[in-house]
């Protein structure tokens, strides 16, 4: 069952996936070496209840922890831990939060210091992936369009997709129907109405796109061991063009002050 969400309801959807954005914003400002991935969570989970919100991944299903933070081979789903990011790590933060009764949830892959190009590049592609997947949610159009065009745009670079983790419906739950592959065939799956609520997540390896689960019931990490990357946004559908309810902005601002450093 899918639910569609009224104008109203977009609106305080609009409100909890900017909290997330904001948080995002925060964390970004204190990701450097050194810094462990459970402070990050700290930061994360004072910013989100200092402005009235919970802490959207906290509890879920048991998950110990307001971010999941995935280093390198990691995928989704890692556990913040006192390891301290060192110079050439990436890390994706992915944080949800629940305001008004509603969910946000958006997740950005960070390097910490400098970081190989090769590996830089895979953050690139797996961003422009994610653009390229919200271009495809339109209503009218049909659920493969989007992991179609995700798809396209990595493997034509030589990546490759996760195929059992995917995107989601998100609204007065974290996790809704439909899912939302990365892959797919253009025109089809179901058809794409105005007023659905997705998260479009790919997550995109440098190597195969064979993962496995860690033994602590959570971390998602890539077979080879080679890099994995993940964006995030929260999104509705709309007539010619999706509305982004979640954003990048308040991460970006932070990143191009440190790059004008
Ligand atoms: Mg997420
Ligand atoms: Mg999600």
């Not at 954005?21 to 994360?44: F, M, Q, Y």
């Not at 653009?131 to 798809?151: P, S, W």
Request: with cysteine; charged share 25%.
């Amino acid at each position: 069952m899918i639910y569609l969400k009224t104008d109203e309801e977009i609106e305080l959807m609009r409100e909890s996936n900017l909290m997330v954005a904001r948080t995002l914003g925060e964390v970004a400002k204190h990701i450097k070496p050194g810094i462990t991935t459970l402070e990050l969570d700290e930061i994360a989970e004072t910013y989100i209840r200092d402005n009235k919100g919970v802490p959207g991944f906290l509890n879920y299903h048991g998950f110990p922890n307001t971010l999941c933070t995935s280093v390198n081979e990691q995928v989704v789903h890692g556990i913040p831990n006192k390891k301290p990011l060192i110079e050439g790590d990436v890390v994706s933060v992915d944080c949800g939060s629940l305001l008004n009764g509603y969910f946000g949830d958006s997740a950005y892959t960070f390097c910490v210091g400098e970081v190989k190009p090769e590996v830089k590049a895979l953050l690139v592609a797996t961003r422009e992936s994610l653009y390229k997947g919200i271009e495809n949610a339109v209503a009218g159009k049909r659920l493969g369009d989007i992991g179609f065009a995700v798809q396209n745009h990595v493997e034509s670079k030589g990546y490759s997709v996760v195929r059992e983790m995917v995107g989601h419906g998100i609204g007065k739950n974290l996790h809704e129907a439909p899912e939302v592959p990365n892959y797919g065939r253009r025109g089809n799956g179901i058809k794409l109405k105005s007023g659905m609520v997705i998260a479009i997540e790919p997550m995109i390896n440098m190597g195969k796109r064979q993962i496995l689960q860690e033994k602590d019931g959570w971390t998602i990490r890539t077979v080879d061991k080679k890099v994995s990357a993940h964006f995030e946004h929260t999104i509705a559908i709309r007539k010619d063009k999706a509305d982004i309810l979640s954003s990048f902005k308040f991460v970006e601002e932070v990143l191009s002050l440190q790059s004008e450093k």
